[in-house]
C-alpha cells in the first residue's frame, strides 16, 4: 500500500500530496513554483517559510 503526505508549497502556500518516500525531495507542487523559487533564489530574495532542498 502506497502512504501519501500532506505538504504545503513554499512559493504558492497550496496544499499538495506526495509519496512518502518523496517527502523530502518533493518541495514545491508545480514546476512553475520550482521555476520561481530559483529565480527568487538567484536574486537573493527570500521569503518566510522558504527552505531549499535542490
Given at each position: 500500500?502506497?502512504?501519501?503526505?500532506?505538504?504545503?508549497?513554499?512559493?504558492?502556500?497550496?496544499?499538495?500530496?506526495?509519496?512518502?518516500?518523496?517527502?523530502?525531495?518533493?518541495?514545491?507542487?508545480?514546476?512553475?513554483?520550482?521555476t520561481r523559487a530559483q529565480d527568487?533564489?538567484?536574486?537573493?530574495?527570500?521569503?518566510?517559510g522558504f527552505v531549499d532542498h535542490?
Open positions: 500500500m502506497m502512504s501519501y503526505v500532506k505538504k504545503a508549497c513554499p512559493v504558492c502556500g497550496k496544499e499538495f500530496f506526495v509519496l512518502r518516500k518523496a517527502e523530502e525531495k518533493a518541495t514545491y507542487c508545480t514546476l512553475a513554483c520550482l527568487i533564489e538567484s536574486r537573493g530574495v527570500t521569503f518566510p535542490l
